[in-house]
């Protein structure tokens, strides 16, 4: 599996649609087996395609539009929102099932993101 998170220094970029770099981290057997940053085109079209170039299925960000999310759905890519926290601490809790926790979740963020968790 292929796992993209947008980043802001070393945390969790507050909104994909402007987020300048992604981590991606190809997972085997629920382990981090290599790790890349990917410097993310400015312009939207261009920006998918990176993401579906990488072969990233997964995608952990901060806040997304709608066009955006569901531009990326459409690409076949699962997108887990509003996410806030370290990038690290991010993706380890991904990986143990521990995404869902109110930690995890931008302000205001974790009643929707409850609601909808079988969306994602």
Known sequence: MIIALTRWGNRISPLFDVAQEALVVEIDR????????????SAWPSRLEQLVRQ????????????????QLVSRGI????????EVEEVLWAFLQGRLDQENYSM????RWRHR?????
Do not use: A, M, Q
């Open 107 to 110: 302000p205001g963020c974790h």
């Open 55 to 70: 072969g990233v299925e997964v995608l952990i960000c901060g806040g997304i539009s709608n066009f955006l999310y569901y």
């Open 78 to 85: 699962r997108v887990i929102p509003w996410v806030t926290g």
């Open 30 to 41: 629920g382990r981090p087996v290599t790790w890349r940053r990917v410097k993310l085109d």
């Open 116 to 120: 909808h968790r079988g969306r994602w």
